[in-house]
């Protein structure tokens, strides 16, 4: 298995205050990207919010594959915004990429 780091963007179509945004970051907080040596290193925070309501998630998922790792990204990012609330019509995300990969090849 292989540590990816995958960031997921979307936008808050509606309002989506400070505490809504601190239960998020929390739900996902398994999945934080400090954990590996790039997201430790490059200070990656799971949730970063842009001026304009567009947003990055970043997440430290394990996969056997890039695009199991996309597939297991996106599925955490959908699950922790519906336990906060939130669904597709108000938070549509984009495409999960593959932003980092921590193996345990030296």
Do not use: C, K, W
Not at 44 to 65: H, Q, Y
Not at 87 to 104: E, H, Y
């Amino acid at each position: 298995m292989t540590t990816y780091v995958i960031s997921v963007p979307g936008t808050f179509t509606g309002d989506v205050g400070p505490d809504a945004r601190t239960r998020l970051a929390r739900a996902l907080r398994p999945a934080d990207p400090h954990g590996t040596r790039m997201g430790n290193a490059e200070d990656l925070d799971v949730l970063s919010v842009n001026d304009d309501n567009t947003f990055t998630l970043r997440l430290s998922v394990e996969a056997d594959t890039g695009p199991h790792a996309e597939e297991e990204a996106r599925r955490l990012a959908d699950a922790a915004l519906r336990d906060v609330g939130l669904d597709d019509g108000s938070v549509p995300l984009g495409p999960a990429v593959i932003t980092g990969i921590d193996s345990q090849v030296h």
